[in-house]
C-alpha cells in the first residue's frame, strides 16, 4: 500500500474508533484498537506520520471520554482511558525505536549498495551453500583435502558449478564483457579458465574455516578473452553465512604487461651486457697476451743477437730462451684464465621450448645466410618436451653454429645447405645436429678445432665454437663435431630435458 493510502486508512481507522467510543456503550474499551492505527502509520516508515497517528489517537481517546463522561472523575472508565493511553504511548515508543533501528539499517545498506555501485573494484556476490553439502560429503577432509581434491579434478568441475553466483557489480560486468548483470552467468564455471588453479585453494581455505582467501587467476571474460586478476574472498563468518560469500576482483592487466615489458628490458639489458662483456674481454685477452708476446719477440731478437756474434754467447742465449719459455706460460695462463671465468659464469635456468629458440636464433641469421644465398632447412620432431637453461646463451650457440655453417657455404661452387635437425635422443636428452655441404674441416684441425683462439679464418678469433661448447656443457650436454672432408661438417649437440615439464 502507498504511503498516503497507509495515512488514510490509519486515520479513518482512528475515526472509526473514535465514533465507536463516543456512540456505544463500551465506556472507552474499545479505546486500545487505536493502536492498530499507530501501527498503520508505522508502516509509511515516516517518523512524522507516527507522532502525528500517536498524537491524533490520544486527542480521540480524551475527547471521547470527556464527551462521554465530562470532567467528573469515573473510576472504571478512567482507568479505561488510561489503559488506552499507555498502550497508545508505550506502541508510539516501541514503533519509533524500531524505526531508528530501521533507518540506520537502510543508511547502512545504502552505503553498501553505493560503494558496490561505484567501486572500480570488480564485486561478486556468490551463495555457497551448495558447495558447503558438497564438501561435507567427501570422504576427506582437514589436511588431506587438498590431496584429494588435487586427485579428482571433475569434483573440482562439479563444485565450480555450484558456486552460485547471486549479484554482480557495474565494475565485474565490465571486467566480463558483460552488457548488464542479467547477461551474467548463473555460476563461477564459465568465469574461470581450463587452466584454473586458484579455485582449489579456496575451496581448501573454504572448507577449513578460514575468513579470507587471496589469489591471482585469470577471468575468462564472456567474448573468450582472459584477463588477469587478483581477487579476495571474504567467507562470513556468521551460522548460514555459506550464503553471503563476497568475491572482490581487480584488473591486473596493465601492472602483467608492464611486469613483461620489465622482463624484456631485462633480458635485453642481460644480452647487451653480455655482448659488452664479450667485446671487453676480448680487448683484455688482446691486451695481456699482447704483453707476453711482445716479450717473446724482444727476448727471442736479444738471443738471436747473442748467437750471431762471432763467438756466440750461449749462457746468454740460454737466459733468453728462459725468458721466451716464460713470457709464453704467462700468455697460456692468461688464455687459461679467461676459460675457467667463462665456465664459472653459471647460466639462467629457465624451462624452454627448443623450438622457440631455434625460431629466434633463424631469425637472427636469416638474412646473413640468404646473403650467401645458403638454404637453411630446418626438421623439428612434434611435441619436443622443454629443456632447461638459459634462453640467450642457448640461442648464442646456435646462431654460432649457424654462422659458422654459412661462413663454409660462402662463395662454394654447387647447392648451399644447411639442415638443422631436432629429435628426442632418448627419454632424457634431446638432440640438435647443425649439418653443411661444405668443404668440411681437416683431419688435423679436427682435434683443435674447439680450443680457443683456434680459427682457419683471416680475421677469426678463434672464440666462437670454445665458448659454444663451455655453454653447452654447463648446461649439462655435449657438443662435438664429425666431418668428412669434401662433404661438409656435422655439429651434434645434447642438452638434457628439463625435470620438470610443465611450462610456467
Ligand atoms: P672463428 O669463427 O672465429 O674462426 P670458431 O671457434 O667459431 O672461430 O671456429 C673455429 C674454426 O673452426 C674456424 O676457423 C673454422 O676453421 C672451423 N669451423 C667451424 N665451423 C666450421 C664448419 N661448419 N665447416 C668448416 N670449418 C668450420
Known amino acids: 500500500m502507498s504511503r498516503a493510502g497507509l495515512r488514510f486508512w490509519s486515520a479513518v481507522l482512528a475515526f472509526a474508533v473514535f465514533m465507536v467510543d463516543v456512540l456505544t456503550p463500551l465506556e472507552g474499551a474499545v479505546a486500545v484498537l487505536y493502536v492498530v492505527a499507530v501501527l498503520l502509520a508505522a508502516r509509511t516508515n515516516r517518523r512524522n506520520d507516527i507522532i502525528i497517528a500517536a498524537a491524533g ?296 621450448l627448443i623450438g622457440e629458440i631455434i625460431d629466434e636464433a633463424t631469425a637472427l641469421v636469416a638474412r646473413e645466410l640468404a646473403k650467401d644465398d645458403v638454404a637453411l632447412i630446418v626438421e623439428t620432431e612434434p611435441d619436443l618436451s622443454p629443456v632447461r637453461g638459459d634462453r640467450i646463451q642457448l640461442q648464442q650457440v646456435l646462431v654460432n653454429l649457424l654462422i659458422n655453417a654459412g661462413q663454409a657455404l660462402s662463395g662454394r661452387p654447387g647447392s648451399r645447405t644447411i639442415t638443422l635437425r631436432v629429435s628426442t635422443a632418448n627419454s632424457e636428452t634431446l638432440a640438435i645436429t647443425v649439418q653443411d655441404s661444405g668443404p668440411g674441416i681437416h683431419p688435423d684441425d679436427l682435434p683443435r678445432l674447439f680450443d680457443p683462439f683456434f680459427t682457419t679464418k683471416d680475421g677469426g678469433m678463434g672464440m666462437g665454437l670454445a665458448i659454444c661448447r663451455t655453454t653447452v656443457e654447463a648446461h649439462g650436454g655435449r657438443l662435438s663435431v664429425a666431418s668428412t672432408p669434401g662433404s661438409g661438417a656435422t655439429f651434434h649437440l645434447t642438452l638434457p630435458f628439463s625435470q620438470e615439464h610443465a611450462l610456467p
Not at 569434483?155 to 542479467?182: C, E, T, W, Y
Not at 563461477?188 to 572448507?207: H, I, P, Q, T, Y
Not at 717473446?296 to 738471436?304: C, D, P, R, Y
Open 57 to 352: 489517537c490520544i486527542v480521540l481517546t480524551l475527547s471521547a471520554y470527556l464527551t462521554s463522561h465530562g470532567l467528573q472523575t469515573i473510576a472504571s472508565p478512567a482507568l479505561r482511558a488510561l489503559v488506552s493511553l499507555a498502550a497508545i504511548g508505550i506502541t508510539t515508543l516501541l514503533v519509533l525505536q524500531n524505526h531508528a533501528a530501521h533507518s540506520a539499517l537502510v543508511q547502512s545498506e545504502q552505503r553498501y549498495r553505493r560503494m558496490f555501485d561505484a567501486t572500480r573494484i570488480g564485486v561478486v556476490e556468490e551463495d555457497w551453500s551448495g558447495l558447503r553439502a558438497a564438501l561435507d560429503s567427501l570422504p576427506s577432509r582437514g589436511a588431506d583435502l587438498r590431496d584429494y581434491l588435487a586427485r579428482h579434478p571433475d569434483f573440482i568441475r562439479h563444485a565450480r558449478g555450484l558456486a552460485r553466483i547471486v549479484d554482480v557489480n557495474p565494475a565485474l560486468q565490465k571486467m566480463a564483457g558483460a552488457s548488464s548483470s542479467a547477461a551474467f552467468i548463473e555460476n563461477v564455471d564459465k568465469l574461470l579458465g581450463e587452466n584454473d588453479r586458484s579455485f582449489l585453494d579456496a575451496l581448501v581455505a573454504f572448507a577449513q574455516g578460514e575468513r579470507f582467501h587471496e589469489g591471482e587467476t585469470e577471468l575468462v571474460r564472456l567474448d573468450g578473452r582472459k584477463v588477469p586478476v587478483l581477487f579476495t574472498i571474504t567467507f562470513s563468518p556468521r551460522f548460514g553465512g555459506d550464503h553471503d560469500v563476497l568475491v572482490f576482483v581487480v584488473d591486473i592487466t596493465e601492472r602483467k604487461q608492464a611486469q613483461d615489458a620489465l622482463l624484456a628490458a631485462q633480458a635485453e639489458l642481460a644480452h647487451a651486457a653480455r655482448v659488452a662483456t664479450l667485446g671487453e674481454l676480448s680487448a683484455s685477452i688482446a691486451h695481456e697476451v699482447n704483453q707476453p708476446l711482445a716479450a717473446i719477440v724482444t727476448s727471442g731478437e736479444a738471443g738471436l743477437r747473442w748467437l750471431r756474434r762471432d763467438v756466440p754467447d750461449l749462457k746468454e742465449v740460454a737466459t733468453t730462451i728462459g725468458h721466451v719459455v716464460a713470457q709464453g706460460r704467462r700468455a697460456s695462463e692468461v688464455v687459461t684464465r679467461i676459460r675457467t671465468f667463462l665456465k664459472k659464469a653459471s647460466p639462467q635456468k629457465d624451462v624452454l
